[in-house]
């Protein structure tokens, strides 16, 4: 039986790693994303380097939530590699602790990172990333009130008063506030009676609130109003569940605007996806670490084999691509989202447990 002084080495062990390979990948994610973004927006008035700084700072937690799986996979495979070259596993082999003993310490390290990550990480990546957003669209505000049809999100409102088709360069604030917003108004034949360009739109209770509009109407007369407002039936819930992205609402908040949305009839899948696939990361990081464990675990003497350390990152990455793929179908609806989120960790814990019970236990 393994004691607590040598468990909490392990423990200490891979947490060490882990904070160390946290802290490398967030500086090498920092620079490359301020390098892109500078290359993006530098032209842009007002622009300074503390900007986009400040910008890259804000953005840079969303982007490490994403390769979390990756840490805990490579900081898995990095300490049972180290604790092998040192022979640390062999003495513990030696003193009759089974591999399922000295496994442990990493795995509730794992659990724990997973916690962490979805706990306190997840929010702060979601309001910062909010507010990068923000940022980025006040340095651009009124530089592109062109709506481009590949890459603007639209809405169509049904009034008293006709239809209306609402698109926008940016989305802020989960959905609510528009950026460079442009309206057209039709008639009950379809046509374009009016064009309104706003430099933002706000979601207000029953009606669209402009700023700094720009108005058009059919005989190509143009005029400029400080504000206006347009009527609305659209529901702040409905407007989110279409427009929002699921990764820039925080976990806690996320039960509630699923259990909002599904009152006024939405499916709210990608809002549920979201919060499922949160739930199960830490089960993720813990399946990650097992598939690390099978191709870590080599005695030293008999050498580190590349190609094995190879198979775990290939398979690492595969387990990634499956989860990415499972996710859209849950997303879709064609399959419940938390099957979707369950499968791939379920089945990478089965193909872990199962290859050691035959390397570990015959």
């Known amino acids: 039986m393994m004691g607590w002084t040598l468990g909490r080495y392990f423990f200490l062990r891979y947490a060490a790693i882990t904070a160390w390979f946290f802290l490398g990948i967030f500086a090498l994610v920092f620079l490359i994303d301020f390098t892109e973004l500078t290359s993006r927006i530098s ?37 049972l590699v180290s604790l092998n070259r040192k022979y640390e596993l062999v003495i513990a082999r030696s003193a ?78 989960q959905g609510l506030v528009m950026a460079d917003a442009t309206f057209f108004k039709l008639d009950s ?40 407002r347009v009527a609305t039936d659209l529901k ?25 949305a599904r009152s006024f009839g939405l499916k709210a899948n990608a809002f549920a996806m979201q919060f499922d696939s949160l739930v199960a990361l830490p089960f993720l990081l ?32 595969l387990l990634y691509v499956v989860s990415v793929l499972v996710k859209a179908f849950g997303i879709a609806g064609l399959v419940p989202t938390m099957v979707a989120a369950w499968f791939p960790v379920v089945v990478a814990m089965f193909f872990g447990v199962t290859f050691l019970l035959y390397k570990e236990d015959g």
Request: proline share 5%; charged share 20%; aromatic share 8%.
């Open 236 to 260: 702040p819930e409905f407007v989110q569940e279409r427009l929002a992205r699921p990764e820039t609402i925080p976990f806690y908040d996320l039960p509630q605007k699923i259990e909002v």
């Open 96 to 173: 009759g602790i089974s591999a399922w003993q000295f496994l442990l310490p990493p795995c509730i390290g794992a659990l724990l990172f997973g916690v962490v990550a979805v706990g306190i990480l997840n929010p702060i990546a979601a309001h910062g990333f909010s507010r990068s957003e923000e940022i980025e669209s006040i340095l651009r505000s009124g530089k592109s009130n062109t709506v481009s049809a590949d890459i603007a999100p639209w809405l169509r409102q049904k009034t008293k008063s006709g239809d209306t088709i609402i698109g926008a360069r940016a989305i802020l604030n």
């Open 43 to 79: 032209r842009l008035p007002g622009f300074t380097y503390q900007t986009g700084l400040a910008i890259s700072a804000l953005r840079v937690p969303m982007l490490i939530l994403q390769a979390v799986p990756f840490i805990g996979l490579f900081s898995a495979m990095a300490t």
């Open 286 to 317: 813990v399946a990650m670490t097992l598939i690390a464990a099978t191709v870590s675990m080599r005695f030293a003497r008999m050498g580190q084999s590349a190609t094995m350390i190879l198979g775990g990152v290939v398979a690492g990455f």
């Open 189 to 228: 034949d379809g046509d374009i009676v009016e064009r309104q360009d706003a430099r933002r739109a706000t979601l207000r209770d029953g009606y669209w609130e402009l700023q700094d509009v720009r108005v058009m109407d059919s005989d190509g007369n143009v005029t400029r109003e400080e504000t206006a």
